[in-house]
Nanobody
């Protein structure tokens, strides 16, 4: 059974940092795109960042560039999202997801984690 398990969410003040982790279990090797997708209350899902486990290519949405960094530890089957200089607009449930084709596109994500809540508030 494929599992993607997120952790690291929480409450942080504006300007603070959080690191999300996504541990993948039993993920078929052809699922080489791992991404972070977020959904804020009342809004559509938004892709935040993705990484290719084949060539390390990365994608960041414009609002994440310069603040967020995606990385991976293959030995731990884990993908991280380091988030710095957080703002209230980053408040959302953050999901880890995986696909095998189509790049960092939400519609091609086949496997999803349960989500981690990130709240940025003073």
């Amino acid at each position: 059974q494929v599992q993607l398990v997120e952790s690291g969410g929480g409450l942080v003040e504006p300007g603070g940092s959080l690191r999300l982790s996504c541990v993948a279990s039993n993920l078929p090797s052809e699922y080489y795109i791992i991404g972070w997708i977020r959904q804020a209350p009342g809004k559509e899902r938004e892709r935040v960042s993705c990484v290719s486990t084949i060539d390390d290519q990365t994608y960041y949405t414009d609002s994440a560039k310069g603040r967020f960094t995606i990385s991976r530890d293959d030995a731990k089957n884990t993908v991280y999202l380091q988030m710095n200089n957080l703002t209230p607009e980053d408040t959302a449930v953050y999901y880890c997801a995986a696909n095998r084709a189509g790049g960092c596109q939400i519609r091609y994500m086949d496997y999803w984690g349960q989500g981690a809540q990130v709240t940025v508030s003073s």
